[in-house]
């Protein structure tokens, strides 16, 4: 079975978490603690490394970084 991403990266979202996360003017410390208030627990060094591909991402958390960012998930995965 074919990879679905055929590089190193762990994740396919984080360039696009990078860019909406600026769009909203948010460091990345600002965005771990709105997420956090929705009780998702990422560290500034984990969206750091969510953001160049160098971390999974589950379920849970695309959903809050969506709806903290305000994007769709659509966009978060490129598909848009």
């Known amino acids: 079975m074919k990879r679905i991403i055929d590089s ?3 994740n396919i979202i984080g360039e696009r ?3 909406a996360r600026l769009k909203k003017n948010y ?6 603690v709105k997420l956090e208030l929705m009780a998702v627990y ?3 060094g984990s969206i750091s ?5 160098e971390r999974m ?3 849970i958390e695309i959903d ?4 903290v960012l305000n994007v769709s998930l659509d966009y978060l995965f490129g598909r848009d």
């Open 8 to 10: 190193n990266k762990s």
């Open 17 to 19: 978490v990078k860019q």
């Open 27 to 32: 460091s990345q410390k600002q965005l771990s």
């Open 42 to 44: 990422i560290c500034r």
């Open 49 to 53: 490394r969510i953001e160049n591909g």
């Open 57 to 59: 991402v589950s379920d």
């Open 64 to 67: 809050a970084l969506s709806k």
